[in-house]
């Protein structure tokens, strides 16, 4: 994960209705998998892409982890919910 910088189109993401994170003018979708790890992938249409929405908090809607900055800009997914790093903000999005 990066500090936000205006104008960058690798920082863009929309969220979908189905329930997937893009890239901005890509065809990669935010993916997960059992052991935590967050990353993109070319789009799949899998559930381990498939993010639920609900508040401030994104969870994987495979794995049943919520989406978390870690460490160092890390990006991963975890079980603890209530943790203030697990919050997320998403604006946009069809």
Avoid: P
Avoid at 5 to 23: A, C, F, P, V, Y
Avoid at 33 to 42: F, H, I, R, S, T
């Amino acid at each position: 994960m990066q500090n936000c910088s205006n104008g960058h189109l690798n920082q863009l993401w929309s969220k979908r209705e189905d329930d997937t994170i893009r890239r901005a003018f890509s065809a990669q979708c935010l993916d997960s998998n059992d052991a935590g790890a967050v990353y993109w992938l070319e789009c799949n249409g899998g559930r381990y892409q498939k993010w639920i929405h609900s508040g401030t908090k994104l969870q994987n809607a495979q794995t049943g982890g919520y989406l978390q900055e870690w460490y160092w800009g890390t990006v991963i997914t975890t079980r603890n919910r209530i943790a203030d790093d697990t919050d997320w903000v998403i604006g946009g999005g069809s």
